[in-house]
């Protein structure tokens, strides 16, 4: 079967660092994607992973595993509008080149 | 234009009746995925388009789900007898960078409400 598993709910303090963790067992694995989405709008995209290690973009960074079915996205220096959820998507390469998504994490950030 | 827009913005609609929803994506770019978000619930992914065709349909959850694209540009997604399980945020999106699916560029969203 297929499956993203992400924690629902995460807090953090501002100015601190968190980590969103995600699993995954796809059909397929061309890339992993995190998306954030702000309540009420669109995602947007924040980061793309093809290849194992960490990629590091300002105050994100995000790492895979693909031997581990694993990655995560690490925020750093907490900020009021990092409050969002975070979803992770794996791009299955089914032909569609669809995303499937997990249900997200959503992310309070507390002064 | 520039970004992916999407109409109507909210959308409410008696069970049992049909709608449409509409999406324009960036502009010259061929590709054009539907998905749709429940409450609570993970990106669903509909559809796709290459063009004016659609690769794959698979994510159609019934009968009552068709999508079409004419001349390469805007996309329509009908749902025919609406359910009430039809509620849901459906988004469209467009790869940024036509060479690069990888970054997909959401629209808005249309927030479709079914009572």
């Known amino acids: 079967g297929q499956n993203i598993d992400q924690p629902t709910e995460m807090t953090a303090t501002e100015g601190a660092i968190v980590q969103i963790n995600c699993t995954y067992q796809?059909?397929?694995?061309?890339?992993l994607f995190w998306y954030q989405q702000h309540a009420g709008e669109a995602p947007t995209f924040l980061s793309y992973?093809?290849?194992?290690g960490l990629e590091e973009k300002g105050r994100f960074s995000s790492f895979l595993s693909r031997s581990k079915g694993y990655s995560y996205l690490l925020l750093k220096e907490l900020q009021m509008k990092d409050s969002a959820s975070y979803l992770c998507?794996?791009?299955?390469?089914?032909?569609?080149?669809?995303?499937?998504f997990g249900t997200g994490t959503r992310l309070t950030v507390i002064p | 234009g520039a970004g992916v827009s999407q109409s109507p913005s909210n959308k409410v609609t008696e069970k049992g009746k049909d709608v449409e929803l509409r999406c324009d994506p960036i502009?010259?770019?061929?590709?054009l995925y539907w998905y749709r978000q429940s409450l609570g619930q993970g990106l669903e992914f509909l559809i796709y388009?290459?063009?004016?065709?659609?690769?794959?349909k698979s994510g159609l959850p019934s009968d009552r789900f068709s999508a079409e694209r004419t001349g390469g540009s805007v996309s329509t997604l009908t749902i025919q007898r609406t359910q009430q399980e039809d509620s849901a945020v459906y988004l469209c999106?467009?790869?940024?960078?036509?060479?690069?699916?990888?970054?997909?560029?959401f629209g808005p969203g249309t927030r479709l409400t079914v009572l």
């Open positions: 998507a794996v791009d299955q390469r089914t032909g569609a080149n669809n995303l499937f």
């Open positions: 796809t059909s397929g694995f061309n890339g």
């Open positions: 992973n093809v290849l194992d």
């Open positions: 502009s010259g770019h061929t590709a």
């Open positions: 388009f290459q063009g004016n065709s659609a690769p794959d």
């Open positions: 999106a467009s790869p940024l960078r036509e060479e690069s699916y990888n970054e997909q560029f």
